[in-house]
């Protein structure tokens, strides 16, 4: 595993930790809820997840593929792969969709983007890992499924970003703005559930509301 395959494979188990750590702190049915709330697929909506500790922030972007591309089934035609493409290339402009408090002084220290519509080489070396992952996962469905008759339940594809800065001054950092509903007109609605030091808090984004406030 190249080293920025680990630093993605980190960032995933520090998201996950994170998350666990707080609803084991805060309650078991509590915790459920948490969870429950954003475990979905409902197109126009997506889900953040951000977590930050100390001078590390990292987000997850989980989105159907819907809301980013129009469609969810496997990229054929050259337009949908085109789509597919700029797609990717947009997530992974990291500074040009989030915006933090320049006098934060966060720096973007790692990004990988995966989906599953297309088996493509990614922009950055850390999505291989996944590519490869989604590429032995289709052909084994190809396999066990010739005839393409469980490809209902495949149909539901989403794109997942992460994110990771380094803050050299993270006490102020009092807001992030986000600009994903500008880039990608399907989206209308961003489930945001955040993990800081003054503990756990869940809210919701739209077009007219991009701006999360840690302050």
Known sequence: MSRKNRIGA????????????????????????????????VHGAAQLDLVQDGDALMLQLRSPAMNLVGFEHRAGSASERQSVEAALEWLHRAEQLIDLDAVAGCTLTHTMVTQGLQDTGELSETAEHGHAEEHDHAEADEAHDPDGQGEA?????????????????????????????ARFPGLEILDVRMITADGQRALRLDSQHTDIGLR
């Open 10 to 41: 980190k960032l995933r188990v520090a998201m996950i930790v994170a998350v666990l750590g707080v609803a084991a702190g805060t309650g078991a049915s509590h915790g459920a809820g948490f969870e429950q709330q954003y475990d979905g697929h």
């Open 153 to 181: 339940e495949r149909a539901h594809t989403d794109f997942e970003a992460n994110y990771a800065f380094h803050c050299t001054a993270p006490e102020k950092l009092a807001s992030i703005g986000l600009r994903f509903f």
